[in-house]
């Protein structure tokens, strides 16, 4: 009966079945041992048809606990003879992708992975890192090898770092989906050129690529039009509001040398205003009145005013009232906007481009976000393909589902 209960258990189907437990109460382990029936023939996917057993091997799983207590399978596993006179294993449907694991097993620590550091897996399920990793990059390359991007028409690029200096990694994100694509090193034009590579080989064109969604990086902008040709380059709303927010506390801490007036203003002055304190709107609203003698006040109403003319919808307006607002500001003395004002001159079309396609990268730099703080938590990482495969199991959206059941899509 209790040997029923653990093919029950364990998912042990016919010709399979358990054929004694131990109990080893000082090490705190199941020890299941599987074999198959006398006489069973089985196939193989390299030939046609039932073929009879040539010898035996003892495999050992590592499976789910019992109560608390570790289980681990010892597997007789067949090695049947092909009509070629070759010899091949034959492997239960329940073993993992990676040695030494059941699918069970692996199902459950790529689902934790996704929420906690590989340390705490693995003190979770008693494996040490770098069985927890493995098992890990190796579901992540196996769902990135059956990836198909054919339908991806709109991407958002961002970069990110990952170690102390200038070390960079490049993630590619669907823009419609909301899920990373692609993870190179490195931020320059030769990564776009990998994305595009990267699409070719998962059944897509990087030609009916439509949309691209960038920060305004000189080598971003390189790469898209080298590498994707019909990609119309979006700067989102919020980069440019940014850059502009930048050039009033810029412009507000050149004024605050000589007029003290100024301390205490600066989250006021950065803040949305539907996010301030009375306290602090009142003491905004005192400066903003002062705006014909004071350069922050003035600072702070051109953004206002910028962040207003990127709301609209109408393309044709965008580019009128931009085109007036960057020769108001280029005639003002305010120096700080004048930079954001050079900048929006530079980059017209594809700040105008927003209008219509509202693609932002406020996405991709949350998923960033999610990313950073996921290795804070594992006390940094510091291989690329320790942190491919992290963001991968953070934002991939991956299917595992294909190469494990019990594993969630």
């Known amino acids: 009966m209790t040997n029923q209960l653990f093919e ?6 016919a010709p399979w079945f358990v054929q004694a437990i131990d109990f080893d109460a000082a090490r705190r382990r199941f020890i299941v041992r599987v074999d198959f029936a006398p006489g069973t023939r089985f196939a193989h996917p390299k030939a046609s048809g039932q073929h009879k057993v040539h010898d035996t091997q003892i ?11 570790a289980c681990h399978l010892e597997v007789r596993v067949p090695r049947v003879r092909l009509p070629d006179g070759k010899v091949a294993l034959v492997e239960p449907d329940w073993v993992g992708q990676l040695a030494g694991f059941t699918l069970l097993f692996e199902a459950m620590v790529v689902m934790l992975a996704q929420q906690m550091p590989f340390a705490a897996v693995a003190r979770i399920v008693g494996e040490t890192w770098h069985r927890v990793h493995a098992i890990c990059a190796r579901y992540v390359d196996l769902a990135l090898e059956r990836a198909d991007l054919s339908a991806l028409d709109a991407v958002a690029l961002d970069e990110t770092s990952y170690k102390r200096g200038h070390n960079y990694l490049t993630l590619a994100a669907d823009a419609d989906a ?3 694509v692609f993870v190179t090193e490195g931020r320059d034009a030769d990564t776009v050129a ?45 980069h440019v509001i940014a850059h502009a927010s ?4 810029q412009m507000r801490r050149r004024e605050q040398r000589t007029d003290p007036t100024l301390k205490g203003l600066r989250w006021p002055l950065l803040k949305d205003r539907s996010k301030l304190s009375t306290e602090q709107a009142s003491d905004l609203d005192r400066l903003v009145a002062q705006f014909t003698t004071k350069r922050t006040a003035r ?15 109408q393309i044709n307006v965008v580019s009128t009232m931009l085109a007036r607002w960057c020769t108001n500001v280029m005639r003002s003395k305010v120096d700080p906007m004048k930079e954001v004002a050079a900048m929006i001159r530079k980059h017209v079309d594809g700040i105008v481009a927003w209008t219509q396609t509202r693609r932002t990268n406020g996405f991709i730099e949350a998923i960033n976000g999610l990313f950073q703080a996921a290795k804070r938590k594992a006390r940094g990482y510091t291989r690329f393909n ?13 299917d595992f589902s294909s190469i494990n059941p019990h594993a969630a899509a």
């Not at 930048?246 to 506390?249: G, K, S, T």
């Not at 953004?303 to 919808?313: A, M, S, T």
Request: no cysteine; aromatic share 8%.
């Open 8 to 13: 029950a258990a364990l998912g042990i189907k």
């Open 59 to 69: 495999k050992r799983l590592r499976h789910l606990n019992f109560f608390q207590h």
């Open 178 to 180: 909301r899920r990373v």
């Open 194 to 238: 990998a994305l595009a590579q990267h699409l070719r080989a998962h059944n897509a064109d990087p030609e009916n690529i439509a949309s691209v969604s960038i920060d305004m990086s000189p080598a971003f902008i390189k790469g898209v039009t080298d590498t994707l040709p019909n990609a119309r380059i979006t700067f989102d709303k919020f």
């Open 246 to 249: 930048q050039a009033v506390d």
């Open 299 to 313: 600072a702070w109403l051109y953004r206002e005013q910028l962040r207003d003319i990127l709301d609209r919808k």
């Open 386 to 398: 320790t942190m491919k495969t992290v963001l991968f199991l953070i934002a991939g959206k991956l």
